[in-house]
C-alpha cells in the first residue's frame, strides 16, 4: 500500500481521531475534550490524504456547534402553547400512536421517513431497514436527492457503478490537466485546492462556469496563465461540452484503441457531435472558439500524462443533469481516461456522507449495496438478512421532490419521520414543501438545533452530534473512515439508533437495531455481492486507519481504483450515452428576466442550519446577498447594498445587492444557506431531471425589482 494512502492515528493521550462533520472531503481532525462548555473539543487539523492537516474555516470552528447555547437536548411536543420539553416515553408513545393511527386510516405508505446525506453509514442503513421491515413502507427518499442524484444516474448509466472519484484523490497531485465543470471546490472545500498544485503549473487547470467563482479566479496567478476559464451561458453546459468533444473527434486526439475496445455507442454517438462545431458552440454558448479549442487540446495532450474531468452541482443540478454529466463522462471516456493512472473522470461529492449515503438504502429505489429493490435477487438477499419474507419488502418509492409534495395530501404521506434534514430552506419550491410540511397530520423531527424544519414538527428528537457518536463515513473517494465519539451525549440526547430501536419494538417488531458496530457489521452482509460491497470490512480493520475503498468483498483488499481492465456492466464496456441537447426547464426569453444560480458560500453548510449558529462563520457571511453584475445593477437603477425583491410566479425573496464583475450580466447569484426572506429556494422549481429526479436549483427565472415589499 502506497504511504500516501495510510492515515497517522495520533497517540491516544493527544485526543480523538475523527473526521470534520461537514462535506465530502472529510478532513481529518483530532478532537481533545476541553472544559468550555460552549466548545467542548478542541479541533486541530490531522494529516489524512484530503487535507493534510487542513481545514477551512467551517470545519475548525466546528466544536461551536456542540455548545451551542440553543442545543436541543430534551424531547420536544407541540400542545396549545407551542413547543413544550417533554419525556422520552412521552415523545415516542405519541410517534407510535401517530404512525399505527395513520397507517391504520391511510395505508403503510402514508407514513414516510426522509433522510440524509449527512447520516452516517450505519443510520443510513438503519433508516431504510426501519422503513421497509418495521414500517413497511415505501415512502423514504433523503436529501442527497437534491445532490448527487444526476452524477449518481450518469456514472451508473456509463460505468454500471457510482463512486464519486474512482480513485484516491492524490493522484491529481500528478495531474497535467484538469477540467472541473461546475464545481466551486475553492469556497466549497478548501482543502481540496492544494491537489490543483500540478495541473496548475502545468497550464492545465480549465473551469467551466457562468461566474468567475474563486475557483475560476486559479485559473489565472500574477505569474503565469494557470489554466482556462470558460463561462458558458446559464443553460448550455451541453452545447459547450459538445464542442469539446467535437474537437477531440474532429481532431483525432481521442484515444482511439481505448474507444473501440472498452466502450459502446461511438458511431452514434459521434454523429450528434458533428454538429457542435466551435464557431456554432461559441454562438450558442457565448464561449470564444478559440478557448473551446485551447481546452480541448490542453485536455488530449495531458491524457498520456494525466488528465482528470471533473463535474459538480453546477451542472448535474439540473432538470437535464445527468444528461449534462454523460457528456462530460463522454469527453472523459474518449480520452481513454477512465482506468487510467493517472487520470479518470469524477464527481465532486458534497455531503459529509454524500457517497455513502446513497449505497445503503435510504434511497427510494434502492437496497443496502446499491442494489436495486426491483432487482428479485437483492430482494432476497437482503430479506435473508432482515429476517423476513422478500415479499414483506416494499417495491419503490418516489423521489425526494415528489415525497415532500405530497405531505399532508389525500393519498401521499400523513406522518413524516425527517432525520439530519432541513427541507423548509434546502428543497426546491420552499414555500410549496413548507405547506405541505404545515398539513401533515405528524411530523418528527430529529435534530440537536431548532432549525426551520424542527419549528413545524409535533416531536422534535434530540439526537447526537458527530462528535458524540460511533459510526461510518465514506468520503468522496469512496473511502470507509471511522467517526469516534469524543464526548458524551448531552442532557436527554439520545443516538438515533436507540431511537429506532426503541421505535421498533414500540411498533411490535422484533427487528435488530443495535450499536453502531453492530449495525456495521450487519450493512457488510447486507451489502455482500452488491455494487458498494463492504463485505470485507470491519471496525477493526477501519480502526487500523487502512486506506478502505469500496468494493471491499469479504478476502479482498479494497479497490482504490476502479475501472482498470473493464467496467462492470453485462459485458465489461462503458457506454458513451447518445445524448442530444435538451434545454433547461426554465430558459430566459426577454430582457425583464434574469437567471439565478443558487450556490454556496465558503462559511456556511447546507441549509446553514449550524453554520448560521457559529458566530464567526454569520459575521463573515451574515446574510443571502444577490450578486449582481455592475451593468445590470446600473440598468435597474441598483446600488451595493440596496434591498433587492426577487419573484417569480412561486414567491418572492429579499436580499441586499452585491455588486459583483464576477457574475455575468443576464445572471444574478444568491447562496442557499439562508432562511426566512432571504431563502432562494422559495423561487426554485419543483421540476425535475427525468433520470435523477434533480431538481433545477441552477437556473431558475427570476424578475428583480427595488420595492421594499414585506417578506415573511
Ligand atoms: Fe474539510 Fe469540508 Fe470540513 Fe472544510 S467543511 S474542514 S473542507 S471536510
Redesign the pocket.
Known amino acids: 500500500m502506497s504511504e500516501s494512502l495510510i492515515t497517522q492515528e495520533p497517540p491516544a493521550s493527544h485526543g480523538v481521531a475523527s473526521?470534520?462533520?461537514?462535506?465530502?472531503?472529510?478532513?481529518a481532525?483530532t478532537l481533545t475534550p476541553n472544559s468550555d462548555a460552549s466548545e467542548p473539543v478542541t479541533v486541530t487539523?490531522r494529516e489524512f490524504p484530503?487535507?493534510r492537516g487542513?481545514?477551512?474555516?467551517?470545519?475548525?470552528s466546528?466544536a461551536k456547534v456542540l455548545g451551542l447555547g440553543d442545543r436541543i437536548t430534551q424531547p420536544m411536543i407541540r400542545t396549545a402553547h407551542g413547543l413544550e420539553p417533554t419525556t422520552w416515553d412521552h415523545a415516542l408513545t405519541a410517534i407510535t400512536e401517530a404512525i399505527r393511527g395513520t397507517q391504520r386510516e391511510h395505508g403503510r405508505d402514508a407514513v414516510g421517513i426522509f433522510g440524509a446525506g449527512g447520516l452516517t453509514n450505519e443510520k443510513a442503513y438503519a433508516l431504510g431497514k426501519f422503513a421497509r421491515a418495521v414500517l413497511r413502507t415505501s415512502r423514504i427518499d433523503y436529501n442527497g436527492r437534491f445532490c448527487m442524484s444526476s452524477a449518481a444516474a450518469a456514472g451508473n448509466r456509463a460505468f454500471g457503478l457510482d463512486r464519486g472519484l474512482p480513485f484516491p484523490l492524490t493522484d491529481l497531485d500528478r495531474a497535467h490537466a484538469v477540467l472541473l465543470i461546475g464545481s466551486n471546490v475553492a469556497d466549497?472545500?478548501?482543502?481540496?485546492v492544494q491537489h490543483l498544485a500540478s495541473a496548475r503549473e502545468h497550464g492545465g487547470l480549465f473551469v467551466i462556469d457562468p461566474r468567475e467563482s474563486a475557483t475560476a479566479d486559479l485559473t489565472r496567478s500574477e505569474e503565469r496563465e494557470c489554466g482556462i476559464h470558460l463561462a458558458p451561458t446559464p443553460g448550455t453546459d451541453q452545447e459547450l461540452l459538445l464542442g469539446l468533444i467535437h474537437v477531440v473527434i474532429a481532431e483525432g486526439l481521442y484515444d482511439a484503441a481505448y474507444v473501440a475496445s472498452r466502450t459502446n455507442g461511438f458511431a452514434r454517438f459521434k454523429r450528434t457531435a458533428q454538429r457542435y462545431w466551435p464557431e456554432h458552440v461559441q454562438s450558442l454558448t457565448g464561449v470564444p472558439a478559440a478557448k473551446i479549442r485551447a481546452v480541448a487540446r490542453g485536455l488530449a495532450t495531458a491524457k498520456d500524462r494525466g488528465a482528470f474531468v471533473l463535474t459538480g452541482r453546477g451542472v448535474e443540478q439540473h432538470t437535464n443533469g445527468s444528461d449534462t454529466t454523460s457528456l462530460a463522462i463522454n469527453l472523459a471516456l474518449l480520452l481513454g481516461l477512465p482506468g487510467r493512472e493517472p487520470g479518470g473522470y469524477g464527481t465532486v461529492t458534497g455531503q459529509?456522507n454524500g457517497q455513502g449515503g446513497r449505497e445503503h438504502g435510504q434511497k427510494c429505489d434502492q437496497l443496502p449495496g446499491y442494489r436495486s429493490i426491483n432487482d428479485p435477487q437483492a430482494r432476497a438477499h437482503v430479506a435473508s438478512v432482515w429476517g423476513i419474507d422478500e415479499q414483506d419488502i416494499p417495491g419503490p418509492g418516489i423521489d425526494a421532490t415528489q415525497l415532500l409534495l405530497s405531505c399532508g395530501t389525500d393519498h401521499g404521506v400523513r406522518t413524516l419521520m425527517i432525520h439530519g434534514s432541513n427541507p423548509v430552506v434546502s428543497a426546491p419550491n420552499a414555500t410549496r414543501v413548507t405547506r405541505a410540511l404545515a398539513d401533515l397530520d405528524f411530523l418528527v423531527v430529529s435534530d440537536f438545533v431548532l432549525s426551520e424544519t424542527a419549528q413545524l414538527a409535533h416531536v422534535i428528537l434530540p439526537v447526537a452530534q458527530w462528535a458524540e457518536e460511533e459510526g461510518t463515513m465514506t468520503n468522496l473517494e469512496g473511502r470507509v473512515i471511522r467517526r469516534r465519539r469524543a464526548l458524551p451525549l448531552p442532557g436527554a440526547a439520545r443516538d438515533e439508533l436507540a431511537v429506532l430501536a426503541e421505535l421498533s419494538t414500540r411498533l411490535g417488531s422484533t427487528m435488530f437495531f443495535g450499536t453502531a458496530e453492530q449495525m456495521f457489521e450487519e450493512l457488510t452482509r447486507a451489502s455482500a455481492g452488491g455494487r458498494a460491497d463492504y463485505s470485507g470490512l470491519s471496525y477493526d480493520l477501519l480502526d487500523q486507519e487502512r486506506a478502505c475503498y469500496w468494493p471491499y468483498p469479504a478476502g479482498s483488499a479494497g479497490t482504490p481504483r476502479l475501472f482498470r481492465d473493464s467496467f462492470p456492466t453485462a459485458d465489461g464496456r462503458a457506454t458513451l450515452a447518445d445524448v442530444s441537447p435538451r434545454a433547461i426547464a426554465e430558459r430566459i426569453f426577454d430582457g425583464a428576466e434574469l437567471t439565478l444560480i443558487t450556490g454556496r458560500l465558503l462559511g456556511h453548510?447546507q441549509s446553514g442550519a449550524q453554520t448560521r449558529r457559529v458566530p464567526e462563520l454569520l459575521a463573515s457571511d451574515p446574510d443571502g446577498r444577490v450578486e449582481i453584475n455592475p451593468e445590470t445593477a446600473h440598468l435597474y437603477g441598483v446600488v451595493e447594498g440596496q434591498l433587492l425583491t426577487l419573484h417569480n410566479e412561486r414567491g418572492t425573496v429579499q436580499a441586499r445587492a452585491r455588486l459583483s464583475r464576477q457574475i455575468r450580466r443576464d445572471t444574478l447569484f444568491m447562496p442557499f444557506h439562508f432562511a426566512g426572506s432571504n431563502s432562494v429556494n422559495r423561487l426554485v422549481s419543483s421540476a425535475t431531471d427525468p433520470l435523477s429526479k434533480m431538481p433545477e436549483f441552477k437556473a431558475t427565472r427570476v424578475w428583480v425589482s427595488q420595492e421594499e415589499q414585506c417578506v415573511a
Not at 473526521?19 to 478532513?27: F, K, N, R, T
Not at 487542513?54 to 475548525?60: D, E, F, N, V, W
Not at 466549497?188 to 481540496?192: A, L
Open positions: 473526521h470534520c462533520p461537514y462535506c465530502a472531503l472529510q478532513c481532525m487539523g484530503t487535507n487542513g481545514l477551512c474555516r467551517k470545519g475548525s466546528a466549497t472545500m478548501p482543502p481540496f459529509g453548510y
